[in-house]
């Protein structure tokens, strides 16, 4: 018998670049609506679905989905620099809940169902923490470079060998983890890989475009 999970659906009402972000108008309903829809959908019986949110508005529009369990975030833990995993400890602690994780960012709309139950099958082997990342495809990363634009150019892949980011779809964990745990950018953290197409993170007005110019139907695939 599969341990069960609890999805968790960060959304705050602030956003430092696109105004009210998680409720501004993605496809014809508001960009959280796709994350919570995704994750009632994948749930199994004795799976938990739950918003994490400092906004009173999220916390109404949401309160039309069967199924899903709200809590209020303070807003020392909804700022512009609280971490997700202080939010996630926040609701572990609230829920008393003991189990594995996943949290699926509402900034991540592109991000489809067999993404989801891919990732929960590695994490139910045990394959945590994880991460959904996406392969860098500038020429696998061999021009890429990290010193400042006044010094001379120095790629950090001379062996040209592949390079993945974190594309803030998908993160998993239980919740022994989170309690002992400030991060989820460690060296022994798994991998989920996403393609590119999958893995517009919304942050900026032109990544909302784009996104939507991407999004191909309700299934996201």
């Not at 592109?110 to 991460?131: E, F, H, W, Y």
Request: proline fraction near 5%.
């Amino acid at each position: 018998m599969q341990t069960p999970i609890l999805f968790i659906i960060l959304a705050r009402g602030g956003s430092r670049r696109i105004k009210n972000k998680n409720m501004k108008i993605f496809k014809k309903k508001p960009l959280i609506s796709w994350t919570l829809e995704q994750a009632l959908r994948i749930k199994k019986n004795q799976d938990k679905v739950l918003l994490s949110t400092d906004s009173q508005q999220i916390i109404e529009y949401s309160k039309k989905f069967k199924k899903l369990e709200i809590i209020k975030r303070p807003k020392k833990l909804a700022t512009a620099s609280s971490s997700s995993l202080e939010a996630i400890r926040h609701a572990v602690n609230k829920l008393n809940y003991n189990g594995n994780i996943v949290l699926l960012q509402p900034t991540s709309p592109l991000r489809s169902d067999n993404d989801v139950t891919q990732a929960i099958k590695l994490i139910q082997k045990g394959k945590i923490p994880l991460m959904s990342v996406c392969e860098c495809t500038h020429d696998s990363s061999l021009l890429t470079f990290r010193v400042p634009l006044s010094q001379k150019f120095l790629p950090i892949n001379n062996n040209k060998s592949k390079v993945y980011f974190p594309n803030g779809a998908i993160y998993g964990t239980d919740s022994d983890w989170v309690k002992k745990n400030n991060s989820f950018y460690l060296k022994n953290t798994h991998m989920y890989l996403m393609p590119e197409k999958r893995s517009v993170d919304i942050d900026y007005e032109y990544q909302f475009i784009m996104g939507e110019a991407l999004f191909r139907s309700k299934s996201h695939e």
